[in-house]
């Protein structure tokens, strides 16, 4: 079956550094995307990603390790407005979305 | 205003009754799709639609109906609503549905079936 996992939860400080983590397990692959969701809202798109390696987006970066079926999202100089959920989601063979359930980030002051 | 519009907003309903969630957009996207999230879950897809005329069964499709009859349109039908579909219903579209072209979402549909 195809499977993606996320931390349930992360709580960290403002002003830090997080790094949410997604692995995965998919028929196939054709891209990784990082959506961010506030409480109540919908979700809104962060990055997409195909190739392995880093990228830098601003205070954002992801990673991809398509060997490892493996990625991250590292969220930089943390602000209260960044507690939302992370959602991270694969294209598969069939060029649907396979959702992971998503990491609750909390930030305290 | 550009994007996508979900109607209702929320909506309490009896088991038994039939329902249709309303989704549109104005964005001329071909694909289109219809999820639930559920607590806990991640989002699941219900039905789909690659372009007008066509619609496909996504992950968890029993229960549920689609039509696509144009580009703008993607309604959701509930024939006979059981507890088990209360549920966060999103709409969504992407402009062809493949490579990095990202997923648009409405605001969602609350509905809660007692």
């Known amino acids: 079956g195809q499977n993606i996992d996320q931390p349930t939860e992360m709580t960290a400080t403002e002003g830090a550094i997080v790094q949410i983590n997604c692995t995965y397990q998919t028929s196939g692959f054709n891209g990784l995307f990082w959506y961010q969701q506030h409480a109540g809202e919908a979700p809104t798109f962060l990055s997409y990603y195909v190739l392995d390696g880093l990228e830098e987006k601003g205070r954002f970066s992801s990673f991809l390790s398509r060997s490892k079926g493996y990625s991250y999202l590292l969220l930089k100089e943390l602000q209260m407005k960044d507690s939302a959920s992370y959602l991270c989601a694969v294209r598969d063979s069939n060029y649907q979305l396979i959702w992971g359930a998503g990491t609750k980030l909390i930030i305290k002051p | 205003i550009a994007g996508i519009t979900q109607a209702p907003t929320s909506q309490i309903l009896a088991a038994g009754r039939r329902m249709t969630l309303r989704c549109t957009q104005d964005?001329?996207?071909?694909?289109m799709y219809w999820y639930r999230q559920d607590l806990g879950l991640g989002l699941r897809l219900i039905h789909y639609s690659n372009t007008a005329g066509t619609t496909g069964k996504g992950e968890v499709p029993d229960g549920y109906s689609v039509s696509r009859a144009n580009t703008d349109d993607f309604p959701l039908t509930l024939a006979s609503a059981v507890p088990s579909q209360t549920s966060v219903y999103f709409c969504a579209s992407s402009e062809k549905g493949q490579g990095s072209d990202e997923q648009f979402f409405g605001p969602g549909t609350r509905l809660t079936v007692l």
């Open positions: 964005m001329r996207h071909n694909a």
